[in-house]
């Protein structure tokens, strides 16, 4: 079946600290990979994507790429921000599903100036 | 973009009541939309499935006469919360994948948060 596994938060770094967040997931076809991310109160915002292997998704300095060989989708930024706290979410969607998409438990980021 | 506009953003009801929630896309016709329910610190779980014209597919353990999910039209699917109870209360989610050039990705309503008291 399909799943995502992200690394458990919560995480805290200070302003300007590399940021890796780990994600792994099985899937039983070739589904595409998201990062998602969640700030207080609100619904989820798509951070990125990437929808075959070795693809590259990239926006606000975060970067993700879609290894099919580790089966990872490894979120990463250079330089946090403090307007970079929220809660990050893995998931993939299985086109063999009905494009129904299975989410990571989401990490906590708090980042202090 | 594409847009999906969830409404109420949160309601506080007395026990018992029943409570509506919608989700419209506003730019596009969603043929399906997905219903999640997020506990605090918690990920997204998935409640049920929505097809416009056919009924809703309901997730193991979620019960379809409690959360009644109706998708009348291609931009809307309403998610009733029936005789409401303060384990329900939670956060709630649609979102309505869309396919593009960069393949099949979800957009997400605001969320709505449901207390009941």
């Known amino acids: 079946g399909n799943s995502v596994t992200q690394m458990e938060g919560p995480v805290t770094l200070s302003e300007e600290a590399f940021l890796t967040i780990n994600c792994t997931y099985t899937a039983t076809g070739y589904p595409s990979l998201f990062w998602y991310v969640q700030y207080p109160g609100e619904g989820l915002q798509l951070l990125l994507k990437?929808?075959?292997?070795?693809d590259k998704g990239s926006n606000k300095g975060f970067e993700a790429t879609y290894r099919k060989e580790t089966t990872s989708f490894h979120l990463e930024k250079g330089s946090v921000q403090v307007s970079d706290s929220a809660v990050y979410f893995c998931a993939l969607s299985d086109p063999h599903a009905g494009n129904q998409f299975y989410f990571g438990t989401g990490t906590s980021l708090t980042v202090i100036p | 973009g594409a847009v999906v506009s969830q409404h109420p953003s949160w309601v506080i009801c007395k026990s018992g009541t029943s409570v509506k929630i919608e989700c419209r896309s506003l730019d596009f016709q969603a043929t399906t939309m997905f219903w999640y329910r997020q506990f605090p610190k918690q990920s997204l779980m998935l409640m049920a499935t929505?097809?416009?014209?056919?009924?809703?597919?309901?997730e193991q353990g979620v019960e379809k006469d409690k959360f009644l999910i109706n998708h009348a039209s291609l931009t809307l699917s309403t998610l009733t919360v029936t005789s409401a109870h303060p384990e329900d209360s939670s956060f709630y989610i649609c979102s309505a994948p869309i396919g593009g050039t960069g393949g099949t990705e979800a957009f997400f309503g605001q969320g709505t948060r449901l207390t009941v008291v």
């Open positions: 990437a929808t075959k292997a070795d």
């Open positions: 929505s097809n416009e014209g056919s009924k809703a597919t309901y």
